[in-house]
Every structure is written in C-alpha cells, then in structure tokens.
C-alpha cells in the first residue's frame, strides 16, 4: 500500500523519469486525479529513450506529456549532478500547478547519507515552492511492487548504474554497508520524515 504525506490536489503535474517510482505514482493517481506528466530530457541518449518511452505511454493513456530541456551550460563550479538538480528544479518551478516529485525512503536515506559527510544530515523536505514530496515514506520496492501487480511498464535508467556520480555510488557501495551497522536506517530516516510535518 502506498503512504502519502498531506493532502495530493486533484489537478497535478508528475515529474516523471520513466522509471519504476514515476510510473507507479502515475499509475495510482491517474485513476482519480487529472494527471499532466513532466519529463526533464537531459540531452542524453538515455533520455532520448525515456522520451520516447514516455511519449508512447501518454499517448496509449490519454495523458498530456511536457518535455522541457536541460541547459548544457555546466557552471564552472558546480558538478553536473548539481547543474542537472538546479536545472530540474528551475523547470517545475516554473509551472502553474503543483508539481508532484516520486521521492520514496531510499532517495531520503541516501540524501542524508550525502548531506551528513558534508557537515549535516538533511532531510528530502515536503515542500519546495510548488513543488511537493508527498510519497516519502514509502521504500521504493512498494513501487516496483505496484508496478509488478498493476502490470505498469517502466523503462530502466541505464546512467542510474554509473557510480560516478555520487548518489549512485552511496547507492550501490555504501548504503548495504551502513545496513550492517544500523539495520534500523530507514526507520530512523522515515522517523525524521515523519516530524518534519508532525
């Protein structure tokens, strides 16, 4: 069963990869929300397949698909993690209606795993301007189950494998290690997803 945090408007924008959190968020509101999807193509060639993905899916669904495109100019002083987050965020800002993001538990859990080896551990917030995170205390295996049973396809990020950026890498090397220390992480995390709107 997938949790919400607060109240979902009944007219909304998805941001919406493809992959396997999206497409199950779609999928459960689409049946009783007016559904607009988002997708942030990031002029690559896993994103030409996304779009294409997408585009099919909007079509076989009767739902309207907005592709809006990345700016390739990477400031000298940012990575381009942090250019592709900026770029994402100036995007759904940028719209009228609130604007619905898939974060699940893992994608908390590893931002304050980030966050806390730079100085402080800080938590994916509910709200950012229009932008709202309501699916956060779901592990992102309850979407990949939803899509199992609802027979909703996805479409694989193939860049999400390629530890050099540093969220896949905390991904794959470092969050089972941590789960040998603490096999309670995501309850501690989801504990501080919690209070932030208690």
Known sequence: MIKIQGDI??????????????????????????????????????????????????????????????????????????????????????????????????????TWIWSSMHGEGKIIPYRSRNVIRPFRLNRKSEFTNWCKRKNVIWKEDKSNLDTKYMRNFIRAEVIDKLLVINPGLHKVIAKKVEAELA
């Open 9 to 110: 408007p009944r007219d909304v924008v998805v941001a919406c990869s493809g992959g396997v959190d999206s497409m199950a968020i779609v999928d459960f509101l689409k049946r009783s929300h007016r559904v607009t999807l988002q997708f942030v193509h990031h002029r690559t060639a896993t994103s030409d397949e996304a779009s294409e993905f997408l585009n099919k899916y909007a079509t076989d669904n009767d739902l309207k698909l907005l592709v809006d495109y990345i700016n390739e100019d990477i400031p000298s002083n940012t990575s381009q993690e942090e250019h592709w987050r900026n770029q994402r965020y100036d995007i759904l800002w940028r719209l009228e209606k609130p604007v619905l993001t898939c974060h699940h538990l893992d994608d908390c859990a590893e």
